[in-house]
């Protein structure tokens, strides 16, 4: 696939000896060797946020940026302030290149133990650590990319070209002539069978070498996986160091913005005003609402999410205490109390453990508990079919531009985006209110679209964990 002599001829050059010998050969690395070193407490904490900011920077080109294009810029733009990684072929001084890798290195070691906490952070450093592989790799000359695929042992089929027309007959027409294909599994290129760029017989995936990204991502994915499950199992045994442990806890907290607080006091909103808001709910709580009217009954998921926001939104426990026997009206005040008012108090502290419950997040929403038949919790930018989807949006009175364009975008996978074009296209058709503008940055909660939607706060980011 890839050659040394090729990567010369594409401007890749051999490594300075010192490099070539060093802790640090390569630029580019799957993280598959914990960091064997001295690190000051300053540093770990630098080098730790550092890389977070990039994280989250790619988090915000992946909602925000028109196209391709943008984004990519944005990801070095992010790249080149806070976590530069320069080639070998940038003619810098050995101890700078030296200096870069390792913190790069300890970095992402430090966020692996950082986020192994919870699956939900797991799973949001999982998404942002790939895609920093891919853009990396990507971005990366032809030299790095053999580098760092040798590194992998991907374990590629290549496909000869003179089997190709045996292998794929007329299908061979969806690829270039002249261009390397792999065979491989089709689960490890989902991402390319979703947007329909290979061609699938038999079980098998015919790869072609410039999507050859999504089978190293892939790997990686299942490789940091494992990784931050051991972690997960070993942090316990950390609880004790006073010095690291609440470094730790603060990279956590500054993660993916899982953590929107409104600023609304408990009691702003009673039961008798619940229904009238209806309007101002994002999508997948109107979904919920309409449905709780429709059918005084709501499963255990759906009942958690909408209970959680409602509680967001200012619902007192006295208040949702009474807005929801009222919603059950179909069963008797015992069957209530013994099914349901627990669960209720239990949201708001008052049962169990007393924890303080928060609003859901759109992350846990789209990622998690996926709903069952019966149910109608979830996101439906993500859990909708698309003509229901559009229905949905047609119904909420939005002009048919804005049902498509919020529709493709959640067809791409783009579940936040499309819940952000939402709230957009409901503030435009709308008298402006004061303290109400379109939001500058994504949607990351329910409670947040609310609040927006309301004009309930100055700045969409000004509510933000950060």
Same mark, same amino acid.
């Given at each position: 696939?890839?050659?040394q002599?090729?990567a010369?001829a594409?401007?890749?050059s051999?490594? #300075?000896?010192v490099v070539?010998? !060093? /802790?640090? &050969?390569t +630029?580019?690395? *799957?993280?598959d060797?914990?960091?064997a070193l001295?690190?000051?407490?300053?540093?770990?904490?630098?080098?730790?946020?550092?890389r977070?900011?990039v994280?989250r920077a790619i988090?915000d080109?992946?909602?925000?940026?028109k196209?391709?294009?943008?984004?990519r810029?944005?990801?070095?733009?992010?790249?080149e302030?806070?976590l #530069?990684?320069h080639?070998?072929? !940038? /003619?810098? &001084?050995? +101890?700078?290149? *030296?200096?870069?890798?390792?913190?790069?290195?300890v970095s992402?070691?430090i966020?692996r133990?950082a986020?192994?906490?919870?699956?939900?952070?797991?799973?949001?450093?999982?998404?942002?650590e790939?895609?920093l592989?891919?853009h990396r790799?990507r971005?990366?000359?032809?030299?790095?990319?053999q580098?760092?695929?040798?590194t992998?042992?991907?374990?590629l089929?290549?496909?000869p070209q003179a089997m190709r027309d045996?292998?794929?007959?007329?299908?061979?027409a969806?690829?270039?002539?002249?261009?390397?294909l792999?065979?491989?599994?089709?689960?490890?290129?989902?991402?390319?069978?979703?947007?329909?760029?290979?061609?699938?017989h038999?079980?098998?995936a015919?790869?072609p070498?410039?999507?050859i990204?999504?089978?190293?991502v892939?790997?990686f994915?299942?490789r940091?996986t494992?990784?931050l499950?051991?972690?997960?199992?070993?942090l316990p045994?950390?609880d004790?160091d006073?010095r690291l442990v609440?470094v730790?806890q603060n990279?956590?907290n500054?993660?993916a913005?899982?953590?929107?607080?409104?600023s609304?006091a408990a009691?702003?909103v009673s039961?008798?005003s619940?229904?009238s808001l209806?309007?101002?709910?994002p999508?997948c709580?109107?979904?919920?609402h309409?449905?709780l009217?429709?059918?005084h009954?709501l499963?255990?998921?759906?009942?958690?999410?909408?209970?959680?926001f409602?509680?967001?939104i200012?619902l007192?426990?006295?208040?949702a205490?009474?807005y929801?026997?009222r919603?059950f009206n179909?069963m008797?005040?015992d069957?209530?109390?013994?099914?349901?008012?627990?669960?209720?108090?239990?949201?708001?502290?008052?049962?169990g453990?007393r924890a303080?419950?928060a609003?859901?997040?759109?992350h846990?929403i789209i990622?998690t508990?996926?709903?069952?038949?019966?149910d109608?919790?979830?996101?439906p930018?993500?859990?909708?079919a698309?003509?229901?989807?559009?229905?949905a949006?047609h119904q909420?009175?939005l002009?048919?531009?804005d049902?498509r364009?919020i529709?493709?975008l959640a067809a791409a996978?783009?579940?936040?985006?499309?819940?952000?074009r939402h709230l957009?296209a409901?503030?435009?058709?709308?008298?402006?209110?004061?303290?109400?503008?379109a939001?500058?940055?994504p949607?990351?909660?329910?409670?947040q679209f609310?609040?927006?939607?309301t004009?309930?706060v100055?700045?969409p980011?000004a509510s933000l964990s950060?």
């Amino acid at each position: 696939m890839f050659n040394q002599r090729t990567a010369k001829a594409e401007g890749g050059s051999a490594a #300075p000896e010192v490099v070539r010998h !060093s /802790r640090y &050969p390569t +630029r580019l690395t *799957m993280y598959d060797k914990a960091p064997a070193l001295e690190v000051s407490i300053e540093e770990f904490e630098t080098f730790a946020l550092d890389r977070l900011q990039v994280l989250r920077a790619i988090e915000d080109a992946q909602l925000r940026a028109k196209g391709e294009d943008d984004m990519r810029k944005r990801i070095s733009e992010a790249l080149e302030r806070h976590l #530069p990684l320069h080639t070998n072929r !940038s /003619r810098l &001084p050995s +101890r700078q290149l *030296m200096a870069e890798r390792r913190k790069d290195h300890v970095s992402h070691f430090i966020l692996r133990l950082a986020f192994s906490r919870t699956e939900e952070l797991r799973s949001w450093f999982l998404r942002y650590e790939c895609a920093l592989l891919k853009h990396r790799f990507r971005e990366a000359d032809t030299a790095e990319r053999q580098e760092l695929l040798q590194t992998a042992r991907l374990q590629l089929a290549l496909v000869p070209q003179a089997m190709r027309d045996e292998v794929l007959g007329d299908a061979d027409a969806f690829y270039s002539p002249q261009e390397q294909l792999f065979e491989v599994d089709f689960e490890r290129v989902l991402d390319l069978v979703m947007r329909a760029q290979v061609v699938l017989h038999a079980g098998k995936a015919y790869v072609p070498q410039a999507e050859i990204a999504a089978l190293l991502v892939h790997e990686f994915r299942q490789r940091l996986t494992r990784a931050l499950a051991v972690c997960a199992k070993a942090l316990p045994q950390m609880d004790e160091d006073e010095r690291l442990v609440p470094v730790l806890q603060n990279m956590s907290n500054q993660s993916a913005r899982s953590e929107y607080r409104s600023s609304t006091a408990a009691g702003a909103v009673s039961a008798d005003s619940v229904d009238s808001l209806g309007a101002n709910f994002p999508l997948c709580m109107q979904h919920l609402h309409a449905q709780l009217l429709k059918d005084h009954h709501l499963r255990h998921g759906g009942r958690m999410q909408l209970g959680l926001f409602l509680k967001g939104i200012g619902l007192s426990l006295q208040e949702a205490l009474v807005y929801w026997r009222r919603a059950f009206n179909s069963m008797t005040d015992d069957q209530f109390q013994k099914g349901y008012a627990y669960n209720i108090r239990h949201n708001y502290g008052m049962e169990g453990r007393r924890a303080d419950y928060a609003p859901y997040s759109c992350h846990r929403i789209i990622m998690t508990n996926p709903p069952g038949p019966g149910d109608h919790h979830g996101c439906p930018f993500r859990h909708f079919a698309p003509e229901r989807l559009r229905a949905a949006l047609h119904q909420d009175s939005l002009a048919d531009p804005d049902v498509r364009e919020i529709a493709d975008l959640a067809a791409a996978g783009h579940y936040q985006v499309a819940c952000t074009r939402h709230l957009e296209a409901k503030l435009r058709r709308r008298p402006s209110i004061q303290g109400q503008e379109a939001p500058s940055a994504p949607v990351t909660s329910p409670n947040q679209f609310f609040d927006l939607c309301t004009g309930s706060v100055v700045s969409p980011s000004a509510s933000l964990s950060a």
